[in-house]
């Protein structure tokens, strides 16, 4: 599963903010997730780098044009893309939008119309009042919760999930 963290809040995160972004990386890490991220600089980075640490399998940016990127940092770059169409790669490449600030209208209009789903974390909406699509949650530790539900729901193969196997049946048959 493609997590895309978008950082929306100011250049320099409080202590909490800084906390929420880096406890992202790790769950999303912990996961075996891939995080994909719309630039590589700026706060974001902080998440990038807390998903490296914690073993995190898969890093992918997508960079407007004009900006670089470490390049031995991330697995994945795709460079020169223009801004007004960032909103929409973002989504059409990424399975899951997580809003770490206030969303941007742009690109939760793109996740909506795309049918992705796109949450937020409301300790870091400072005046921002939920919106049409964005799945409201109080802090990170839930966005881990929703996520362990999610990836749990698409790896389920059997038509009844709570059925047991008989002794000597392999799964997935």
């Known amino acids: 599963m493609i997590l895309a963290l978008l950082w929306t809040g100011g250049p320099n995160p409080s202590g909490a903010e800084y ?3 880096a406890q992202a990386g790790r769950y999303i890490a912990a996961g075996g997730h891939t995080l994909l991220l719309a630039g590589a600089g700026g706060p974001a980075f902080f998440a990038a780098e807390a998903y490296r640490e914690a073993g995190g399998p898969h890093l992918a940016a997508l960079l407007p044009e004009g900006a670089a990127a470490p390049p031995s940092f991330f697995n994945a770059i795709a460079e020169g893309i223009p801004a007004a169409q960032l909103p ?10 997580l ?7 742009s690109q939760l209009a793109a996740a909506r119309a ?3 789903p796109a949450y937020a974390v409301t300790s870091l909406m400072t005046g ?3 919106a049409e699509g964005l799945r409201l949650l109080p802090d990170i530790g839930a966005f881990a919760r929703e996520l362990a539900k999610l990836f749990s729901r ?16 392999r799964h997935n048959t």
């Open 99 to 105: 809003f770490l600030g206030p969303p941007e209208p």
């Open 19 to 21: 906390r929420a972004l």
């Open 114 to 116: 795309a049918g992705k």
């Open 128 to 130: 921002t009042a939920a």
């Open 154 to 169: 698409s790896i389920v193969s059997r038509p009844d999930p709570m059925g047991r196997r008989l002794k000597g049946e």
């Open 88 to 97: 929409e790669e973002v989504t059409r490449r990424g399975d899951v939008l």
